[in-house]
C-alpha cells in the first residue's frame, strides 16, 4: 500500500489454456526448445497457475487474472486459405502444414508479462494510466495473440477517462514484448517513478552472425514510452539489454532482471552498459528523491548459465500489507545451489527482500515461462480499482469456480500429435465460455463475435 495515494499494485497472472503445450516455437528460448515434442498437462498447468494465484491472495494482495485465448485459432488457418468447416480446417491443417498447426495452437498468451506495458498514472503527464498491448513481432505464434488481448484490456481497462489502451506498436520490424523488457523504479507504488525501458537492438542494426536475435527494439522503446507521456521530468529511461545475457538464453530481460519500489535485483551482466545505466538510473531516481536499492547478483557468484537455468531474476518481488517485500520464486532456484544461495544472501542482509516463496510451475516453467512471465503488473489507485470492468479481480469464489472449469474441460495430457485432433476446437470454446461467465468478459474471443 503506498502511503501517497493507497495504490496498490494488482497482478492480472494468465490462466494457461486447454491447448498449452512443447512445439518447441520460441528462438531463443532454451528451456522451449529442449522440451520440444515432450507430453504437456495443460489441466495441471491451469491448476499450477491458480494455486500460485490463491497463495497471493492468501499473503493479502490484489490479484487479477487474464483469460486464455482461442487455439488452436481457426480465423488464422482460414486466413492462411484452409477451408471447410472449422474440424475440417484443422485436419487439412495438420497434413499440410503442422509447424503452422502448432503455431496457431499455442498457448502463449499465458505469459501475460507479454501482453502489454503498462505505465501507472502517477507517472504519466495527462494523469491517466496507459497500457500499449505488445505487438509481439517476433514470433507468428505470439503475434496472434494481439487483437484478443487489445480486447480484452478494452474490456477491463474501458473507463476513458482514467485508462487509455493504446494500439499495440504498429510498425512489425520494431519488435516489442512488453513488460518483459520493462522495469519500474518507485519509492512506493503510487508515487512518481522511472521506468526503464530495456531494448535488444535497433530495429535497424544489421543482424549479428550466430547467437540468438533480439525481440525488443529501441524503436518500440521509445514509441511506448512517449505514447504514454513519460518524458517530461525524467520519467523514462532507455537502455541496452546485454548482448551475453541474450546469447546465453535470456530471450526477455525479466530473466535477468525484475524491480520492485526502490529495488532492482538484477545480473551483474545483464545490461550492455552496466555502470553508465546505474549512474543513469540512480540520477533518474535521485531526481525524484529517492534512491535505488540496487541488489546484484555479480557474474562469480552467479553466472548467467545458472541465472538463465534457475530463472532466479523471473521472480515476483512484492510488497505486502506489512511493507516488507516478498520473492515469489520457481522450484528450480532451490534446485541450482549458488541461486539459492544468493536469494538466502539477500534475505540475510537488512535490505527491503524478507521472505521467499517457492511455487511449482514447472508445466510453464518447460516452456521458458517463470512466475513474472505470468503476470502483468498493473498500479492501481483506490478510485481506478474500482473503475475496472469485468470481474476480474479474483477472490477464492472465483478460483474455484475457474478450477472447476479446468478439471471438467482440460486434457491432463496433450502431445504435439494431439493438435491434429479436431474436438480440440469445441473443447477449448467450451472451456472459453465457462471461464468469460466467471470474469463477465463479454464477447472478447473471434468463436464468440461471429
Ligand atoms: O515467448 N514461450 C514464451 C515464454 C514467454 C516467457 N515470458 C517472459 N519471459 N516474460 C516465449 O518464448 C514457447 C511456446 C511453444 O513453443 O509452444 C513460448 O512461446
Not at 513519460?230 to 529511461?237: H, Y
Not at 491432463?412 to 465457462?434: F, I, K, M, S, W
Request: hydrophobic fraction near 40%; charge should be negative.
Amino acid at each position: 500500500m503506498s502511503a501517497a495515494s493507497g495504490a496498490v499494485e494488482v497482478n492480472f497472472d494468465g490462466l494457461v489454456g486447454p491447448t498449452h503445450n512443447y512445439g518447441g516455437l520460441a528462438h531463443g528460448n532454451l528451456a522451449a526448445a529442449a522440451n520440444e515434442g515432450k507430453v504437456s498437462n495443460p489441466r495441471e498447468a491451469a491448476l499450477q497457475g491458480l494455486s500460485k494465484m490463491r497463495s497471493l491472495l492468501r499473503m493479502g494482495l490484489v490479484q487479477g487474472v487474464l483469460p486464455p485465448q482461442e487455439r488452436p485459432h481457426v480465423p488464422s488457418l482460414r486466413k492462411m486459405g484452409f477451408g471447410g468447416t472449422d474440424e475440417q480446417v484443422i485436419t487439412i491443417a495438420a497434413r499440410a502444414n503442422p509447424t503452422l498447426l502448432a503455431n496457431a495452437s499455442s498457448a502463449s498468451s499465458m505469459w501475460t508479462a507479454n501482453a502489454a506495458t503498462v505505465s501507472p498514472s502517477a507517472d504519466t503527464s495527462d494523469g491517466k494510466l496507459h497500457l500499449t498491448p505488445a505487438n509481439l513481432s517476433a514470433h507468428f505464434h505470439r503475434s496472434l495473440e494481439v487483437p484478443t488481448t487489445t480486447r480484452v484490456l478494452r474490456a477491463i481497462f474501458a473507463d476513458a477517462s482514467k485508462f487509455t489502451v493504446h494500439d499495440a506498436v504498429p510498425f512489425h520490424t520494431f519488435g516489442d514484448e512488453g513488460a518483459a523488457n520493462h522495469c519500474r523504479l518507485a519509492p512506493s507504488h503510487g508515487e512518481r517513478g522511472v521506468e526503464v525501458f530495456v531494448y535488444g537492438k535497433s530495429a535497424f542494426a544489421k543482424d549479428e552472425q550466430g547467437g540468438f536475435a533480439a525481440r525488443q527494439s529501441h524503436e518500440a522503446c521509445h514509441i511506448v514510452a512517449s505514447q504514454h507521456q513519460l518524458w517530461s521530468g525524467g520519467g523514462a529511461i532507455l537502455t541496452q539489454q546485454s548482448r551475453a545475457a541474450i546469447h546465453a538464453g535470456a530471450f526477455h530481460n525479466d530473466v535477468v532482471a525484475v524491480s520492485n519500489g526502490p529495488a532492482l535485483l538484477f545480473h551483474g551482466q545483464a545490461f550492455e552498459q552496466r555502470d553508465a545505466f546505474l549512474d543513469g538510473l540512480k540520477r533518474a531516481c535521485g531526481a525524484k528523491g529517492f534512491d535505488p536499492v540496487l541488489l546484484e547478483a555479480p557474474a562469480d557468484e552467479l553466472t548467467l548459465d545458472e541465472a538463465v537455468k534457475s530463472y532466479l531474476f523471473n521472480s515476483q518481488i512484492l510488497t505486502l500489507p506489512s511493507g516488507a517485500m516478498a520473492l515469489v520464486l520457481p522450484h528450480e532456484v532451490e534446485e541450482t545451489p549458488r541461486a539459492k544461495a544468493f536469494v538466502d544472501k539477500v534475505l540475510a542482509t537488512n535490505g527491503p527482500l524478507r521472505e521467499a516463496h517457492y511455487f511449482d510451475l514447472r508445466q510453464s516453467m518447460r516452456n521458458g515461462g517463470g512466475p513474472a512471465c505470468l503476470r502483468l503488473r498493473v498500479v492501481l489507485t483506490p478510485e481506478e480499482l474500482a473503475a475496472l470492468g469485468a470481474s476480474v479481480i479474483l477472490d477464492d469464489a472465483k478460483i474455484d469456480a475457474l478450477e472447476a472449469v479446468v478439471r471438467q474441460t482440460y486434457r491432463d495430457r496433450l502431445a504435439p500429435a494431439d493438435l491434429a485432433d479436431p474436438a480440440l476446437v469445441g473443447e477449448c470454446r467450451q472451456a472459453l465460455d465457462a471461464i468469460g461467465q466467471v470474469l463477465k468478459l463479454g464477447s472478447v474471443h473471434d468463436f464468440q463475435r461471429v
